[in-house]
Protein backbone atom coordinates (compact mmCIF):
# COMPACT_ATOMS: atom_id res chain seq x y z
CA UNK A 1 0.00 0.00 0.00
CA UNK A 2 1.01 3.13 -1.16
CA UNK A 3 2.20 6.12 1.84
CA UNK A 4 0.17 9.31 1.21
CA UNK A 5 2.19 12.53 0.67
CA UNK A 6 1.00 13.97 4.39
CA UNK A 7 2.11 10.72 5.37
CA UNK A 8 6.08 11.04 3.59
CA UNK A 9 5.70 14.65 4.52
CA UNK A 10 5.66 13.75 8.93
CA UNK A 11 8.50 11.50 8.78
CA UNK A 12 11.25 13.77 6.63
CA UNK A 13 10.49 16.55 9.67
CA UNK A 14 11.18 13.84 12.30
CA UNK A 15 14.50 12.89 10.23
CA UNK A 16 15.29 16.47 9.80
CA UNK A 17 14.49 17.69 14.22
CA UNK A 18 16.69 14.67 15.28
CA UNK A 19 19.42 15.36 13.00
CA UNK A 20 19.40 18.95 14.42
CA UNK A 21 19.47 18.50 17.98
CA UNK A 22 22.04 15.49 17.10
CA UNK A 23 23.99 18.65 15.58
CA UNK A 24 23.99 20.30 18.74
CA UNK A 25 25.00 17.94 20.94
CA UNK A 26 28.26 17.48 18.85
CA UNK A 27 29.14 20.82 18.52
CA UNK A 28 28.96 21.11 22.86
CA UNK A 29 30.28 18.05 23.10
CA UNK A 30 33.28 19.55 20.76
CA UNK A 31 33.81 22.56 22.61
CA UNK A 32 34.95 20.41 25.92
CA UNK A 33 37.19 18.84 24.18
CA UNK A 34 41.34 20.29 24.16
CA UNK A 35 44.67 19.04 23.77
CA UNK A 36 46.69 18.35 26.06
CA UNK A 37 48.72 21.01 24.72
CA UNK A 38 45.77 23.33 25.92
CA UNK A 39 45.16 21.93 29.15
CA UNK A 40 48.88 22.39 30.02
CA UNK A 41 48.94 26.07 28.82
CA UNK A 42 45.42 26.66 31.23
CA UNK A 43 46.71 25.42 34.05
CA UNK A 44 50.77 26.71 34.62
CA UNK A 45 51.12 29.75 37.60
CA UNK A 46 51.47 32.87 36.23
CA UNK A 47 54.62 34.42 35.35
CA UNK A 48 56.11 35.87 38.38
CA UNK A 49 55.42 39.58 38.89
CA UNK A 50 56.76 42.19 41.89
CA UNK A 51 55.32 42.97 45.22
CA UNK A 52 56.24 46.31 46.05
CA UNK A 53 55.33 49.57 48.13
CA UNK A 54 56.36 52.69 48.58
CA UNK A 55 59.15 54.23 50.08
CA UNK A 56 57.83 56.60 52.99
CA UNK A 57 59.51 59.61 54.59
CA UNK A 58 59.03 59.03 58.08
CA UNK A 59 60.23 59.22 61.81
CA UNK A 60 61.17 56.12 63.64
CA UNK A 61 61.15 55.68 67.02
CA UNK A 62 62.58 52.16 68.59
CA UNK A 63 61.19 51.37 71.75
CA UNK A 64 61.08 48.57 74.90
CA UNK A 65 57.11 47.34 75.68
CA UNK A 66 56.25 45.56 78.60
CA UNK A 67 54.18 45.27 81.50
CA UNK A 68 54.59 45.24 85.38
CA UNK A 69 52.62 45.79 88.39
CA UNK A 70 52.63 49.34 90.11
CA UNK A 71 54.06 49.64 93.47
CA UNK A 72 55.18 51.92 96.05
CA UNK A 73 58.81 52.36 96.00
CA UNK A 74 60.76 50.98 98.11
CA UNK A 75 59.80 49.41 101.25
CA UNK A 76 61.67 49.78 104.75
CA UNK A 77 61.41 48.50 108.17
CA UNK A 78 61.81 51.44 110.76
CA UNK A 79 63.15 51.10 114.21
CA UNK A 80 63.40 53.12 117.29
CA UNK A 81 66.36 52.97 119.48
CA UNK A 82 65.10 52.45 122.81
CA UNK A 83 68.23 51.88 124.81
CA UNK A 84 68.43 54.95 126.24
CA UNK A 85 65.54 55.57 127.93
CA UNK A 86 65.08 55.12 131.61
CA UNK A 87 61.47 53.87 131.74
CA UNK A 88 59.78 51.67 129.40
CA UNK A 89 58.87 52.63 126.05
CA UNK A 90 55.44 53.40 125.60
CA UNK A 91 53.31 54.50 122.62
CA UNK A 92 51.65 57.72 123.96
CA UNK A 93 50.73 58.97 120.71
CA UNK A 94 50.68 60.16 116.90
CA UNK A 95 50.34 56.45 115.89
CA UNK A 96 50.16 56.94 112.22
CA UNK A 97 47.37 55.27 109.86
CA UNK A 98 48.28 53.03 107.19
CA UNK A 99 48.85 54.85 104.01
CA UNK A 100 49.41 57.84 105.47
CA UNK A 101 52.71 59.82 104.30
CA UNK A 102 55.97 60.08 106.31
CA UNK A 103 57.63 63.55 106.18
CA UNK A 104 60.90 64.57 107.30
CA UNK A 105 61.48 66.86 110.13
CA UNK A 106 57.94 65.72 111.50
CA UNK A 107 57.10 63.36 114.46
CA UNK A 108 56.72 59.94 112.97
CA UNK A 109 55.34 58.45 116.59
CA UNK A 110 55.27 59.24 120.44
CA UNK A 111 57.21 57.61 123.05
CA UNK A 112 57.10 58.42 126.31
CA UNK A 113 55.59 61.98 125.81
CA UNK A 114 58.17 62.80 123.21
CA UNK A 115 58.28 62.44 119.82
CA UNK A 116 60.32 60.29 117.16
CA UNK A 117 61.48 62.89 114.09
CA UNK A 118 61.89 61.57 111.06
CA UNK A 119 64.79 62.37 108.97
CA UNK A 120 66.60 60.97 105.86
CA UNK A 121 69.76 59.21 105.95
CA UNK A 122 71.43 55.90 105.82
CA UNK A 123 73.65 55.73 109.11
CA UNK A 124 71.02 54.76 111.87
CA UNK A 125 70.50 56.36 115.55
CA UNK A 126 72.93 54.44 117.70
CA UNK A 127 74.22 56.64 120.37
CA UNK A 128 72.83 60.06 122.05
CA UNK A 129 74.34 63.17 120.37
CA UNK A 130 75.63 66.21 122.65
CA UNK A 131 78.01 68.76 122.64
CA UNK A 132 81.37 67.39 121.80
CA UNK A 133 80.11 64.36 119.79
CA UNK A 134 82.15 63.80 117.05
CA UNK A 135 81.89 61.24 114.31
CA UNK A 136 80.35 60.28 111.06
CA UNK A 137 76.87 60.49 112.50
CA UNK A 138 77.33 63.84 113.69
CA UNK A 139 78.47 64.70 110.07
CA UNK A 140 74.67 63.02 108.46
CA UNK A 141 73.13 65.02 111.14
CA UNK A 142 74.35 68.92 110.16
CA UNK A 143 74.36 67.88 106.55
CA UNK A 144 70.78 66.75 107.24
CA UNK A 145 69.95 70.41 109.37
CA UNK A 146 71.65 72.40 106.96
CA UNK A 147 69.50 70.62 103.91
CA UNK A 148 66.62 71.98 105.77
CA UNK A 149 67.37 75.17 106.30
CA UNK A 150 68.10 75.41 110.01
CA UNK A 151 71.64 76.69 109.81
CA UNK A 152 73.74 74.49 111.60
CA UNK A 153 76.82 76.28 111.15
CA UNK A 154 80.11 74.42 109.48
CA UNK A 155 79.10 71.53 108.26
CA UNK A 156 81.29 69.23 109.51
CA UNK A 157 81.61 65.79 112.41
CA UNK A 158 81.49 68.16 115.41
CA UNK A 159 78.62 68.45 117.78
CA UNK A 160 78.99 72.45 118.53
CA UNK A 161 76.75 74.85 119.88
CA UNK A 162 75.65 75.72 116.11
CA UNK A 163 74.37 71.96 116.07
CA UNK A 164 72.90 72.06 119.28
CA UNK A 165 70.94 75.65 118.17
CA UNK A 166 70.08 73.95 114.82
CA UNK A 167 68.31 71.03 116.55
CA UNK A 168 66.53 73.16 119.24
CA UNK A 169 65.18 75.17 115.94
CA UNK A 170 64.16 71.24 114.74
CA UNK A 171 62.09 70.26 117.71
CA UNK A 172 60.22 74.21 117.50
CA UNK A 173 59.72 73.17 113.64
CA UNK A 174 58.23 69.98 114.36
CA UNK A 175 56.26 71.61 117.27
CA UNK A 176 57.89 70.00 119.93
CA UNK A 177 59.96 71.43 123.02
CA UNK A 178 63.84 70.41 122.59
CA UNK A 179 65.18 67.96 124.94
CA UNK A 180 66.61 68.67 128.08
CA UNK A 181 70.46 68.27 128.91
CA UNK A 182 71.41 65.35 131.85
CA UNK A 183 70.48 66.83 135.35
CA UNK A 184 73.82 66.90 136.39
CA UNK A 185 75.36 68.97 133.38
CA UNK A 186 72.14 71.86 134.47
CA UNK A 187 73.68 71.38 137.77
CA UNK A 188 77.57 71.87 136.69
CA UNK A 189 76.72 75.27 134.85
CA UNK A 190 74.95 76.50 138.04
CA UNK A 191 77.71 75.93 140.32
CA UNK A 192 80.27 77.37 137.64
CA UNK A 193 78.23 80.28 137.64
CA UNK A 194 78.46 81.16 141.61
CA UNK A 195 81.77 79.98 141.17
CA UNK A 196 81.84 83.50 138.72
CA UNK A 197 80.08 85.80 140.86
CA UNK A 198 82.08 84.65 144.12
CA UNK A 199 85.57 85.19 142.15
CA UNK A 200 84.06 88.69 140.46
CA UNK A 201 83.10 89.99 143.90
CA UNK A 202 86.79 88.80 145.44
CA UNK A 203 88.15 91.17 142.54
CA UNK A 204 86.08 93.54 143.41
CA UNK A 205 87.35 93.71 147.03
CA UNK A 206 90.98 93.21 145.68
CA UNK A 207 90.63 96.21 143.48
CA UNK A 208 89.10 98.13 146.20
CA UNK A 209 92.06 97.33 148.34
CA UNK A 210 94.60 98.45 145.80
CA UNK A 211 92.81 101.95 145.28
CA UNK A 212 93.37 102.22 148.91
CA UNK A 213 96.76 101.66 149.43
CA UNK A 214 97.28 104.16 146.27
CA UNK A 215 94.97 107.08 147.64
CA UNK A 216 96.58 106.33 151.11
CA UNK A 217 99.93 106.79 148.77
CA UNK A 218 101.50 103.36 150.19
CA UNK A 219 105.26 103.61 149.98
CA UNK A 220 104.85 98.92 148.76
CA UNK A 221 101.48 98.13 147.26
CA UNK A 222 102.92 95.18 145.50
CA UNK A 223 100.26 92.80 147.90
CA UNK A 224 97.21 94.41 146.91
CA UNK A 225 98.19 94.16 143.33
CA UNK A 226 99.49 90.89 143.41
CA UNK A 227 96.27 89.78 145.03
CA UNK A 228 94.09 92.01 141.94
CA UNK A 229 95.98 89.77 139.28
CA UNK A 230 95.57 86.55 141.47
CA UNK A 231 91.86 87.63 141.35
CA UNK A 232 91.78 88.07 137.94
CA UNK A 233 93.49 85.09 137.17
CA UNK A 234 91.10 83.12 138.93
CA UNK A 235 87.79 84.80 137.55
CA UNK A 236 89.40 83.92 133.83
CA UNK A 237 89.37 80.31 134.98
CA UNK A 238 86.20 80.16 136.20
CA UNK A 239 84.66 82.34 133.27
CA UNK A 240 85.94 79.43 130.81
CA UNK A 241 85.14 76.85 132.67
CA UNK A 242 81.91 78.36 133.12
CA UNK A 243 81.75 78.64 129.53
CA UNK A 244 82.53 75.03 129.06
CA UNK A 245 80.07 73.65 131.36
CA UNK A 246 77.54 75.87 129.33
CA UNK A 247 78.66 74.11 125.71
CA UNK A 248 78.22 70.85 127.61
CA UNK A 249 74.77 71.72 128.95
CA UNK A 250 73.65 72.81 125.69
CA UNK A 251 71.07 71.18 123.44
CA UNK A 252 71.66 67.01 123.00
CA UNK A 253 69.80 64.68 120.73
CA UNK A 254 68.69 62.24 122.06
CA UNK A 255 69.04 58.70 120.34
CA UNK A 256 65.52 57.63 121.44
CA UNK A 257 64.31 61.05 119.62
CA UNK A 258 65.22 60.35 115.67
CA UNK A 259 64.80 57.61 113.17
CA UNK A 260 66.66 57.69 109.94
CA UNK A 261 65.20 56.49 106.71
CA UNK A 262 66.85 56.29 103.04
CA UNK A 263 64.36 58.86 101.71
CA UNK A 264 61.52 60.70 102.82
CA UNK A 265 58.56 60.98 102.48
CA UNK A 266 57.21 57.75 102.38
CA UNK A 267 53.72 55.57 102.58
CA UNK A 268 52.78 53.98 105.93
CA UNK A 269 52.35 50.21 104.53
CA UNK A 270 52.17 48.81 108.08
CA UNK A 271 52.02 49.85 111.55
CA UNK A 272 53.18 47.04 114.02
CA UNK A 273 52.49 49.38 117.29
CA UNK A 274 49.39 50.58 119.14
CA UNK A 275 49.07 53.74 121.39
CA UNK A 276 49.78 52.27 124.97
CA UNK A 277 51.76 49.61 124.01
CA UNK A 278 55.55 48.94 124.19
CA UNK A 279 58.07 49.57 121.58
CA UNK A 280 60.27 46.44 120.76
CA UNK A 281 62.06 46.49 117.40
CA UNK A 282 60.71 47.37 114.53
CA UNK A 283 57.43 49.90 114.58
CA UNK A 284 56.45 50.57 111.04
CA UNK A 285 57.11 49.44 107.48
CA UNK A 286 56.95 52.61 104.51
CA UNK A 287 57.70 52.35 101.19
CA UNK A 288 58.08 54.99 98.89
CA UNK A 289 55.21 58.12 98.74
CA UNK A 290 56.10 57.78 95.10
CA UNK A 291 53.99 55.28 93.01
CA UNK A 292 56.88 52.87 90.65
CA UNK A 293 56.16 50.19 87.81
CA UNK A 294 58.53 47.30 87.93
CA UNK A 295 58.80 45.63 84.73
CA UNK A 296 61.76 42.49 83.94
CA UNK A 297 63.74 42.57 81.11
CA UNK A 298 66.56 40.27 80.00
CA UNK A 299 69.91 41.48 79.74
CA UNK A 300 69.86 42.37 76.34
CA UNK A 301 66.95 44.71 76.65
CA UNK A 302 68.46 45.93 80.25
CA UNK A 303 71.90 47.07 78.14
CA UNK A 304 69.88 49.37 75.74
CA UNK A 305 68.03 51.11 78.80
CA UNK A 306 69.51 53.36 81.22
CA UNK A 307 68.04 55.73 84.31
CA UNK A 308 66.40 58.97 83.50
CA UNK A 309 65.20 57.98 80.21
CA UNK A 310 61.43 59.04 79.39
CA UNK A 311 58.56 56.51 79.22
CA UNK A 312 54.70 55.75 79.07
CA UNK A 313 52.52 54.31 81.85
CA UNK A 314 49.37 53.21 80.12
CA UNK A 315 46.52 51.59 81.91
CA UNK A 316 44.44 51.53 78.86
CA UNK A 317 41.17 53.43 77.87
CA UNK A 318 42.56 56.70 77.75
CA UNK A 319 44.42 56.56 81.26
CA UNK A 320 48.24 57.06 80.41
CA UNK A 321 50.91 59.38 82.36
CA UNK A 322 54.30 60.55 81.29
CA UNK A 323 57.11 58.80 83.66
CA UNK A 324 60.93 58.25 83.70
CA UNK A 325 63.11 55.39 84.61
CA UNK A 326 64.05 55.36 87.88
CA UNK A 327 67.06 52.80 87.81
CA UNK A 328 67.64 49.12 87.06
CA UNK A 329 69.06 46.32 89.18
CA UNK A 330 69.99 42.68 88.69
CA UNK A 331 67.73 40.45 90.34
CA UNK A 332 68.82 37.03 89.16
CA UNK A 333 68.54 36.48 85.89
CA UNK A 334 66.73 39.02 84.87
CA UNK A 335 66.63 42.53 85.68
CA UNK A 336 64.23 45.12 87.27
CA UNK A 337 63.59 48.27 85.42
CA UNK A 338 62.06 50.63 87.75
CA UNK A 339 59.91 53.47 86.20
CA UNK A 340 58.09 56.41 88.01
CA UNK A 341 55.26 58.54 86.68
CA UNK A 342 56.25 62.33 86.57
CA UNK A 343 53.14 63.54 88.81
CA UNK A 344 49.84 62.09 89.05
CA UNK A 345 46.55 63.28 89.85
CA UNK A 346 44.76 61.93 93.37
CA UNK A 347 42.01 59.85 90.58
CA UNK A 348 45.30 58.68 88.41
CA UNK A 349 46.74 57.20 91.22
CA UNK A 350 43.68 55.88 92.90
CA UNK A 351 43.65 53.99 89.30
CA UNK A 352 46.99 53.08 89.13
CA UNK A 353 48.00 51.75 92.37
CA UNK A 354 48.09 48.28 92.33
CA UNK A 355 47.47 47.71 88.41
CA UNK A 356 49.01 46.09 85.92
CA UNK A 357 50.93 48.55 83.75
CA UNK A 358 51.93 48.48 79.85
CA UNK A 359 54.81 50.45 79.66
CA UNK A 360 56.70 52.12 76.87
CA UNK A 361 60.25 53.22 76.45
CA UNK A 362 61.72 54.73 73.67
CA UNK A 363 65.20 53.51 73.46
CA UNK A 364 66.07 55.67 70.11
CA UNK A 365 64.41 57.90 67.78
CA UNK A 366 65.02 60.30 64.06
CA UNK A 367 65.67 63.39 64.42
CA UNK A 368 62.62 64.00 62.25
CA UNK A 369 61.28 62.15 59.05
CA UNK A 370 63.67 60.04 57.43
CA UNK A 371 63.52 57.65 54.03
CA UNK A 372 61.73 54.57 55.46
CA UNK A 373 61.20 50.92 54.03
CA UNK A 374 59.94 47.50 55.19
CA UNK A 375 62.95 45.36 56.53
CA UNK A 376 61.29 43.09 54.23
CA UNK A 377 62.43 45.02 51.58
CA UNK A 378 66.52 44.88 52.43
CA UNK A 379 68.68 42.23 51.03
CA UNK A 380 72.51 41.62 51.35
CA UNK A 381 74.87 42.12 48.19
CA UNK A 382 77.92 40.35 47.50
CA UNK A 383 80.34 42.92 49.42
CA UNK A 384 78.09 42.27 52.40
CA UNK A 385 76.52 46.14 52.08
CA UNK A 386 72.41 46.39 52.34
CA UNK A 387 70.44 47.44 49.10
CA UNK A 388 66.77 47.81 48.13
CA UNK A 389 64.99 46.79 45.03
CA UNK A 390 63.52 49.57 43.35
CA UNK A 391 61.02 49.01 40.56
CA UNK A 392 61.22 51.71 37.66
CA UNK A 393 59.80 51.79 34.01
CA UNK A 394 59.02 47.92 34.56
CA UNK A 395 62.63 47.23 34.94
CA UNK A 396 63.80 46.55 38.44
CA UNK A 397 67.24 48.52 39.96
CA UNK A 398 69.90 47.23 42.41
CA UNK A 399 69.87 50.46 45.12
CA UNK A 400 73.10 50.37 47.45
CA UNK A 401 71.94 51.45 50.53
CA UNK A 402 73.11 52.64 53.95
CA UNK A 403 70.71 50.86 57.25
CA UNK A 404 69.98 52.85 60.25
CA UNK A 405 67.25 52.55 63.11
CA UNK A 406 65.27 49.69 62.65
CA UNK A 407 62.01 50.16 64.48
CA UNK A 408 58.22 48.94 64.05
CA UNK A 409 59.26 46.78 60.79
CA UNK A 410 60.63 49.51 59.10
CA UNK A 411 64.44 50.64 58.68
CA UNK A 412 66.13 54.14 58.08
CA UNK A 413 67.52 53.97 54.90
CA UNK A 414 70.12 56.38 52.86
CA UNK A 415 71.41 56.04 49.41
CA UNK A 416 75.02 55.15 48.72
CA UNK A 417 77.51 57.04 46.75
CA UNK A 418 75.83 58.10 43.76
CA UNK A 419 72.53 56.15 43.79
CA UNK A 420 69.40 57.74 43.77
CA UNK A 421 65.87 57.00 45.91
CA UNK A 422 62.98 58.96 46.83
CA UNK A 423 60.37 58.81 48.92
CA UNK A 424 57.39 57.06 46.88
CA UNK A 425 59.67 55.02 44.85
CA UNK A 426 58.30 51.46 44.52
CA UNK A 427 61.07 49.06 46.36
CA UNK A 428 60.26 45.25 46.04
CA UNK A 429 59.15 43.35 49.46
CA UNK A 430 58.17 39.99 47.74
CA UNK A 431 57.34 38.22 44.51
Known amino acids: MTASPRSRRRVLVGVSAVAAVSLGVGVAAGSRITSPEDAAAKTAAP ?16 KVVGRGDASFDGAVNIRVETSGLNTPAIVTGKVPAVGSTLTEGKALLEITGRPVIGLAGVLPMYRTLSPGSQGPDVLQLEQTLDRLGLDPGEVDDEYDTDTAQAVERLYEKAGYDAPEPPEQLTQAVEQADKTVDQLKNALRQAESQLKQAQQAKAADVSVQQGAVDDAE ?24 EVAYVKTLPRRVDDVKVERGGTVNGVVMSASGASLV ?12 LKAGMAATLDLGEGTAAAGKVRRITKNGDQYDV ?34 AVPVAALSSGSDGGSRVEVLRDGKVELIPVTVGLSADGFAQVTPAGDAKLAEGDQVVVGR
Open 47 to 62: QASQITVPVEKKALSS
Open 233 to 256: ENLADAQEALNEAEFKAGTPLPVS
Open 293 to 304: VTVKVDAQTAER
Open 338 to 371: VVAPNKLTAQQLALFREANVRVTIPVKSTAGKVL
